[in-house]
């Protein structure tokens, strides 16, 4: 069964740092593609970052030379770290891999950043 377990969420204060961390297990391929995506309560998911195997990344706007994307294809692993974060950043943070028509999805992790 494929799990993708996500950590490193947390309270942080606005203009602080956090490295979010996502780790696949039960699987015997590689993901095609790996990313990040964040929901606030009352509001669709929206995409943060998205990395496919290749080393191709798409950043939103709203954290382009903020937040970096990296995966480590071997571990299919994927991290988010998170500089200059703002009280708009605050959501549950959530992981995805996605493999042909298939998209596995992390439990996700809290992210509340302060003012």
């Known amino acids: 069964q494929v799990q993708l377990v996500e950590s490193g969420g947390g309270l942080v204060q606005a203009g602080g740092s956090l490295r979010l961390s996502c780790a696949a297990s039960?699987?015997?391929?590689?993901?095609?593609?790996m990313g990040w995506y964040r929901q606030e309560p009352g509001k669709q998911r929206e995409l943060v970052a998205t990395?496919?195997?290749?080393?191709?990344?798409n950043y939103a706007d709203s954290v382009k030379g903020r937040f970096t994307i990296s995966r480590d294809n071997a571990k299919n692993t994927v991290y988010l770290q998170m500089n200059s974060l703002k009280p708009e950043d605050t959501a549950v943070y959530y992981c995805?891999?996605?493999?042909?028509?298939?998209?596995?999805w992390g439990q996700g992790t809290q992210v509340t950043v302060s003012s």
């Open positions: 995805r891999g996605d493999y042909g028509p298939y998209r596995y």
């Open positions: 039960g699987i015997t391929f590689s993901f095609n593609a």
């Open positions: 990395m496919t195997s290749g080393g191709s990344t």
